[in-house]
């Protein structure tokens, strides 16, 4: 089965930068396209970024384009989620979970259709 765990999270000031990464183990990875999700306090789950399994096809929310970069390293079982610009908006914790994501797809990762979820990562922009 796969099992995913973040990485990364921590406080940072607004207009900083994180970086997270989530890794797999007891699979390869690069037969999996992954999300970055994120649950912030009192609000439902939703979806960021995905990155197919090939990385030539990746989508985002609309309220990180420009500022949340996706990428991933199948040779080192990675993906990863670069964060610039952060806001206080963003805090939330964090999960990457297998989701279908390709040029097919528009829009964030859906929720209702990842699966095997991280425990995830905590991520907090506050002055």
């Known amino acids: 089965q796969l099992q995913l765990v973040e990485s990364g999270g921590g406080l940072v000031q607004p207009g900083g930068s994180l970086r997270l990464s989530c890794a797999a183990s007891g699979f390869s990875l690069e037969y999996y396209a992954i999300g970055w999700f994120r649950q912030a306090p009192g609000k439902e789950r939703e979806g960021v970024s995905c990155?197919?399994?090939?990385?030539?096809?990746?989508n985002y929310a609309d309220s990180v384009k420009g500022r949340f970069t996706i990428s991933r390293d199948n040779a080192k079982n990675t993906v990863y989620l670069q964060m610039n610009s952060l806001k206080p908006e963003d805090t939330a914790v964090y999960y990457c979970?297998?989701?279908?994501?390709?040029?097919?797809?528009?829009?964030?990762?859906?929720?209702?259709?990842?699966?095997?979820w991280g425990q995830g990562t905590q991520v907090t922009v506050s002055s």
């Open positions: 990155i197919s399994s090939s990385g030539g096809s990746t």
């Open positions: 979970a297998e989701v279908p994501c390709g040029p097919s797809f528009n829009g964030p990762p859906s929720v209702n259709a990842a699966d095997y």
